[in-house]
């Protein structure tokens, strides 16, 4: 049975329900496998043990999405062995014409389209449009949680200077 959480977002004010469960501070990352561009899978360990910032997003082709993606490439230049994943439910084809059109080089996207695996693992899954929320997960090397955002209000940005204080923290 796949937990429901209603009233926890909204989209353009509208309420929505998450499936699956809320992901917290000190939980042990679940393990999930999306595919790569290539149409191969990719799984937490294939971040290896570094520490790891997921991007969250509903859809790389809308404004926010977007510039929540360009933030996270640039901040990567600056956050030695940090690995970013950006997450969506966008296909492998166009997360990949989006990254060369946008320039994207240091984020990996990874698309959960297939079994919307990483979404119901931590609780992303938007019922009414199977999409993704946006939201943040910082990981430890050890996939340990050290910080989680859910958005509220899935057309506003993340809690970016948040986000990175938590991960530089652990560098």
Not at 76 to 83: E, F, G, K, R, S
Not at 88 to 108: E, G, T, W
């Amino acid at each position: 049975m796949i937990e429901k959480r209603a009233n926890i977002i909204t989209m353009k004010g509208n309420p929505m329900t998450l499936l699956g469960p809320e992901i917290k501070i000190g939980d042990k990352a679940p393990d999930f496998t999306v595919l790569t561009g290539d149409l191969k899978p990719y799984t937490l360990k294939d971040a290896g043990d570094k520490i790891k910032i997921i991007s969250v997003v509903p859809s790389l082709d809308t404004g926010v999405c977007e510039l929540q993606t360009i933030r996270f490439n640039e901040e990567a230049a600056d956050l030695d062995n940090v690995v970013i994943l950006t997450i969506s439910v966008d296909l492998p084809y166009a997360q990949k014409r989006f990254c060369s059109s946008n320039n994207i080089d240091k984020v990996i996207t990874l698309s959960d389209h297939k079994d919307l695996s990483f979404g119901l693992n931590y609780g992303f899954v938007i019922e009414e449009l199977r999409l993704l929320s946006r939201g943040i997960i910082v990981l430890d090397k050890d996939n340990t949680v050290r910080y989680v955002e859910y958005v509220k209000e899935v057309s506003n940005h993340p809690d970016y200077d948040k986000a990175l204080e938590e991960t530089r923290k652990l560098l």
